[in-house]
């Protein structure tokens, strides 16, 4: 049976957070909204548009949030266009998945992300090949439920228990938790080390190539 690691996306493979921040303030300035700060701004990464503006404003009704998440979209894509979108990868990103290719490893990517923002995202850094699923909330309900992370492991032909899902987010720890795989945190993102293992992780990882260390452990039980 084929073993499998699936990543998120923001915060696991690239840092993202200063573009998403400067969509959210072209999104809240036009509808006269108060930004929130940056540190809670983050913690709703990770979630599908609809579900984060859910929890940035409580107070909006659905199709209010339905209505930012559109205007975020067009937000997102004239950063985009004026060459303002950094994602830069994270330091190690690229020998932690040339390293999984060699111990045999199938790589996917289970994301908030739309299809178009994943493809051009992983396109940009030349990695979109190598993932042989890509499961984003075009498809999916958002994150913690599982649904992405049942799909990759289909389409890899791989089971939960030779599954392994690397997250910076208690929502990717949870949907881990969910489809039966096995979750480990990334460090180096947007939640914290104890929110991770409180959501179901069973290690986390300082820095990516650490990762590699603690899969190599839990392949040898």
């Not at 915060?11 to 929130?36: K, Q």
């Not at 179901?200 to 990882?205: K, L």
């Amino acid at each position: 049976m084929n073993r499998l690691a699936i990543f998120d996306c923001d915060g696991t493979l690239v840092d993202s957070g200063a573009t998403i921040y400067a969509a959210l303030a072209d999104t809240f300035a036009p509808n006269g909204l108060v930004l929130p700060p940056p540190d809670r701004c983050r913690r709703v990464i990770g979630l599908s548009l609809v579900e984060a503006m859910a929890m940035l404003l409580p107070e909006e009704s659905a199709e209010r949030h339905s209505q930012l998440s559109e205007d975020y979209k067009r937000a997102f894509w004239t950063l985009r266009a004026a060459g303002r979108v950094e994602e830069p990868l994270f330091d190690g990103v690229l020998e932690l998945l040339d390293a999984l290719e060699a111990d045999g490893w199938l790589l996917a990517v289970a994301t908030g992300k739309s299809d178009r923002g994943l493809r051009h995202c992983l396109e940009q850094h030349g990695i979109h090949a190598r993932f042989v699923s890509l499961q984003t909330a075009d498809r999916h309900p958002s994150k913690p439920h599982p649904s992405m992370v049942e799909q990759a492991i289909a389409d890899a032909d791989a089971t939960p228990e030779t599954s392994i899902v690397v997250g910076d987010t208690s929502f990717d720890m949870a949907m881990a938790k969910s489809a039966g795989a096995t979750g480990i945190g990334a460090g180096w993102g947007y939640h914290e080390a104890q929110e991770l293992i409180d959501a179901g992780a069973v290690a986390v990882a300082e820095r990516p190539l650490d990762v590699l260390t603690l899969i190599r452990e839990h392949a040898d039980g």
